[in-house]
């Protein structure tokens, strides 16, 4: 039976922020990031994304609106909420799947309106070079979703901390956000949203520790699981007064 694609999309999408990754579990934050080969801060305009919703072919008892969902799978049988429940030993491999094949035909940026901005710290060594790229991935498969206007990203190392804190203020966001992947002397972990006030800009700040480059999940799955927490909450912009906190309650109602 055919249901809502975009109800079985945004559930793939929960289930992704759901299952975080590793010790490096994000808590959808407010701010943005650093990272950086050397003291400048590195800008970089990404090809565009589109802000709104795409409408849906909605196949329910045989009956089919005349609108259709960019990335619906003609040949693909898509199941209910109610028949994931049922199937939760297998929702990995379902939405393993479907990630495949959204990502491929999704690999083309279709707009350019969005923004993404890296700011990595005067003292930071990055030990992965293709930071954007993966940004930039993560953003082009939820490319059909609403997203924020704008991505700032922050790499930093512990005694670039401070750095962190005055770029973030001076840049609009809260400074205290820099401390969010940091603890005991390393910033190891990350942290991405949106921002509470408009226009709700995307952030997140990653920390940066020489000891974390032995894990795979650094070099990529990381940027495209931060990226998600910010379009999981970009849903509610113009729906929401505090976009990010009702994204907060509701994916604490999913887990």
């Not at 793939?12 to 943005?32: H, K, M, P, R």
């Not at 804190?165 to 940091?182: I, K, Q, V």
Request: aromatic letters at 12%; hydrophobic letters at 35%; glycine letters at 6%.
């Amino acid at each position: 039976m055919y249901y809502n694609m975009r109800k079985i999309l945004l559930f793939v999408l929960l289930f992704l922020v759901a299952c975080g990754g590793a010790e490096v579990e994000s808590t959808i934050s407010q701010d943005s990031f650093d990272n950086s080969d050397d003291d400048t801060t590195t800008t970089t305009v990404r090809d565009s994304t589109t802000t709104t919703v795409r409408e849906t072919t909605t196949i329910v008892s045989g009956t089919t609106s005349d609108t259709k969902l960019k990335n619906k799978c003609d040949d693909c049988e898509y199941l209910s909420i109610s028949d994931l429940i049922s199937n939760l030993d297998n929702v990995p491999k379902f939405a393993w799947n479907d990630y495949q094949r959204i990502a491929i035909e999704n690999n083309v940026f279709e707009n350019n309106s969005f923004e993404i901005i890296l700011n990595v710290g005067p003292s930071t060594n990055l030990y992965f070079e293709d930071n954007e790229k993966y940004i930039q991935k993560g953003i082009n498969f939820w490319q059909y979703f609403n997203l924020p206007e704008k991505y700032y990203a922050f790499f930093y190392n512990y005694d670039d901390l401070d750095w962190a804190t005055n770029e973030l203020t001076s840049t609009g966001f809260e400074g205290g956000m820099a401390r969010a992947p940091c603890r005991d002397g390393i910033c190891s972990g990350a942290n991405s949203g949106i921002y509470q006030r408009p226009p709700h800009f995307g952030v997140g700040v990653f920390g940066i520790h020489s000891g974390d480059s032995a894990d795979n999940y650094r070099y990529g799955p990381l940027h495209i699981h931060e990226v998600t927490h910010s379009v999981v909450a970009s849903q509610w912009i113009d729906n929401s007064r505090n976009p990010q906190q009702s994204a907060n309650v509701f994916t604490l109602l999913v887990k």
